[in-house]
């Protein structure tokens, strides 16, 4: 193979590496990137003469779709507010190269995909756009202009006429053009933004510029201002003046120089399009308001230990081909999915093969914080295996198609935004068949409103197998959502509320049910097409049954299907719920029957009870079964915990692997809160925890460093004011690996 090295120092922009990859074409080659800082004003491209090649990055070689600010000096500008004048800098993006920066977009939910606002990053870390409330504080939607009825019978408000608030601060605002709203404007599980078109802060009134909102607006939902001069009062926030083309940026705290970003490319850093065999390998893409990597119509791409981050769209968008793999990479702070992957042919049943395994994702989703989620399939024969996924507002692996498998996954702290949503989600479709969701780890999740599912089969999806995985602190850890031909075996349940929920909604009379079953999934069965990733069909090519030849044979229990529709019948939730093991939560409650759940027909066998001791540590959290526990004897088969998450030999950077466990203590004359953590790897770790006690509307929070030697474990003593029962202690972390624990304060 021959071997091309380049440096930052030899090459000065796109075109000078493009005309390296394009004089290299015709052969295996290797394109070494040096160790460097490598600015991008186009993205690179590799087509069908680029066959056989890899790109390697040597150290740490960054491809970078923005541009590094000089010139900084303190701002001066009226509207600064009093408290931060002089801390906040300011820079020319003109005297920058910089012409202008074009606008925030409308994005989100049932929005089109499209390219980031520039977005600032400070030493490599996201900065925060001004938003108020700060923090993960909400205003909420106080009343509405015009009400009407909507479907439900709730009460809603044309998103024409605007909505109300209930905040005195936009007073002190001045006017801008410039000012965004994002928020769930009806529902949880679905956020937009939108542009401010007239704020009345007399009335507190706001009416958004079109596309207004989604849905309509619903009393009490939950949104928040963004991009206000006057609210830039914190370390870490920034404003862009598009009017000036100027950037105000407050620094974080002790931190007077560093690398300052600010992403501008809209198109993919690197494209690989018509061509096969290529391999990407150790490179770091950042920095970009477009995608990171794009494969279209290729095949046998093969994307390995890659760090993918601070993109303005997807990490990696897989389009068609066969074969290709997404190993062993770092992906996080994407505005959209870290990895969506749309392949295979659901006509055919041709599998795409394709494979997302031992990959670290974290924070993804920043920007289209609902439907865009980390990893996003859609088609025929994928896997997602080994993977480490974290810390993301909205659902984790969202599916659409057959014969996918989900396996050997850890996922934790997702739908932390959002409510009647999963960690992975799937719906809407009775031939969507063959999905394997099995051994993973899936635990402490969010959830609002309606809470945070497990494994979600909505809308009456259909035979889904669920078997051998883990669950720990999910609303509703399987949720059956009036679907048929269900496996649910040889899972362990651990403090989830209930363990399993289960209805029959195609019986159901409501007409939203009704037209859903009538219209929307019958035209599905009988008119299969392939789908994009938001699960709506794809024109071209001949419809294909459900009843078809091909189908029965992969999937006959579709026959039975097929006969209820041609009755005209209602078609009732079925399933088999087998050996699993239920270590209840408060409400001791592990199966649920909701919307005619009763009108299923669902066998439950060889389920059994556990108690704390059947497991190897619960005190540390460590839900591993004793091979001596009497749930062997009573019906459990399952597997165990080993294999789950990251297959840490073959990455070439390692996320910390701590473990937190939380408790309370009598002392003196109140409770004090008792954290320890133990690291479980021979590198030494560090970082910050969050030790929070939530009660009623209370809560307090304290945050610490650590620092753990090979294997430590340490103990720290906390003190929490007014902590009493009922309380919900959390330990959670901003530092990738830190793993969260929680704690239910009971009578001591």
Same mark, same amino acid.
């Given at each position: 193979m021959k071997r091309i090295e380049i440096t930052d120092e030899t090459v000065g922009c796109s075109a000078d590496i493009q005309r390296i990859l394009d004089g290299n074409r015709g052969g295996e080659t290797e394109i070494v990137f040096r160790p460097g800082r490598y600015f991008l004003d186009a993205g690179l491209r590799l087509g069908k003469g680029h066959r056989g090649m890899t790109l390697r990055g040597e150290g740490k070689a960054r491809l970078i779709g923005g541009r590094s600010l000089r010139g900084w000096a303190v701002a001066e500008d009226c509207r600064i507010a009093p408290r931060a004048r002089g801390r906040i800098l300011a820079c020319s993006l003109a005297e920058?190269?910089? *012409?202008?920066?074009?606008?925030?977009?409308? &994005?989100? #939910?049932? &929005? !089109?995909?499209? !390219?980031? /606002?520039? &977005?600032? #990053?400070?030493?490599?870390?996201? /900065?925060?756009?001004? &938003?108020?409330?700060?923090?993960? *504080? #909400?205003?909420t939607i106080s009343g509405v202009a015009e009400p009407e009825t909507d479907e439900w019978g709730n009460e809603v408000g044309r998103l024409e006429a605007g909505f109300h608030y209930d905040d005195e601060r936009p007073g002190a605002w001045s006017h801008s053009e410039d000012i965004w709203v994002h928020g769930n404007w009806c529902w949880d599980w679905a956020t937009s933004y939108e542009r401010v078109a007239r704020l009345d802060s007399g009335c507190k009134k706001i009416v958004n510029a079109p596309p207004y909102g989604l849905y309509s607006f619903k009393k009490g939902q939950r949104f928040y201002f963004l991009n206000i001069l006057e609210e830039l009062t914190e370390p870490g926030e920034y404003y862009i003046d598009r009017d000036k083309n100027m950037l105000y940026f407050m620094p974080p705290a002790g931190c007077e120089k560093g690398e300052v970003l600010l992403s501008l490319l809209e198109e993919p850093l690197l494209t690989v399009e018509d061509s096969d065999d290529i391999t990407i390998l150790g490179l770091q893409l950042e920095g970009t308001c477009g995608c990171g990597i794009r494969v279209e119509g290729s095949s046998g791409v093969t994307i390995d230990n890659c760090h993918i981050r601070n993109i303005g769209n997807h990490g990696v968008a897989l389009q068609g081909g066969r074969g290709n793999r997404v190993l062993h990479s770092t992906i996080h702070d994407c505005g959209d999915c870290g990895v969506k992957a749309v392949g295979g042919d659901r006509l055919t049943l041709e599998a795409a093969d394709f494979h997302i395994c031992n990959n670290h994702m974290y924070r993804n989703t920043q920007l289209s914080r609902c439907y865009q989620v980390p990893i996003l399939l859609a088609g025929v024969g994928m896997t997602v295996r080994n993977n480490l996924i974290h810390d993301c507002p909205h659902k984790a692996i969202m599916y659409w198609g057959n014969d996918m498998t989900i396996e050997d996954n850890e996922i934790y702290r997702v739908v932390m935004e959002t409510g009647d949503a999963g960690a992975v989600y799937t719906g809407k479709n009775y031939t969507f068949r063959g999905n394997r969701v099995c051994h993973n780890y899936i635990h402490h999740l969010g959830g609002v409103g309606m809470g945070a599912m497990g494994i979600y089969n909505d809308d009456c999806v259909s035979g889904t197998v669920m078997e051998d995985n883990y669950f720990v602190e999910a609303t509703r850890a399987v949720m059956l959502g009036g679907g048929r031909d269900f496996m649910v075996r040889n899972n362990v349940f651990i403090g989830c509320d209930p363990a399993i929920e289960l209805d029959s909604r195609g019986v159901d009379g409501h007409p939203v049910w009704r037209y859903m079953m009538t219209e929307e999934l019958r035209e599905r069965f009988y008119h299969i097409r392939n789908v994009d990733t938001d699960n709506m069909d794809v024109p071209g090519g001949e419809d294909v049954s459900g009843i078809s030849a091909l189908y029965l044979s992969r999937y006959p229990e579709l026959e039975k299907i097929d006969a209820y529709f041609r009755k005209g019948d209602e078609i009732p939730g079925s399933g088999v719920i087998r050996g699993n093991v239920f270590l209840p939560g408060d409400s001791g409650t592990n199966v649920r029957c909701a919307t005619s759940g009763e009108r299923g027909s669902y066998l439950f066998e060889e389920n059994v009870f556990a108690a704390r001791e059947d497991f190897r540590d619960a005190s540390w959290e460590d839900w591993e079964l004793r091979r001596d526990s009497g749930v062997f004897r009573n019906g459990y088969l399952g597997r165990s915990m080993a294999g789950i998450g990251l297959q840490r030999s073959l990455r070439m950077e390692n996320p910390c692997n701590v473990c937190t466990a939380i408790s309370v203590r009598e002392q003196g004359n109140g409770l004090t809160v008792c954290l320890r953590i133990r690291n479980q790897e021979p590198d030494r770790a560090r970082g910050t925890i969050l030790v929070a006690a939530r009660g009623g509307e209370s809560c307090t929070a304290r945050q610490l460093t650590f620092d753990l030697g090979p294997s430590e474990r340490k103990e720290y003593l906390i003190d929490l004011a007014d902590i009493r029962e009922g309380f919900i202690l959390e330990a959670s972390s901003p530092t990738p690996g830190v793993r969260p624990s929680i704690c239910r304060v009971r009578a001591v």
């Open positions: 920058n190269g910089i *012409a202008g920066t074009g606008g925030m977009k409308s &994005r989100g #939910f049932d &929005r !089109p995909v499209v !390219p980031s /606002q520039p &977005r600032l #990053f400070f030493d490599g870390e996201p /900065q925060r756009l001004i &938003r108020y409330p700060k923090g993960e *504080a #909400f205003l």
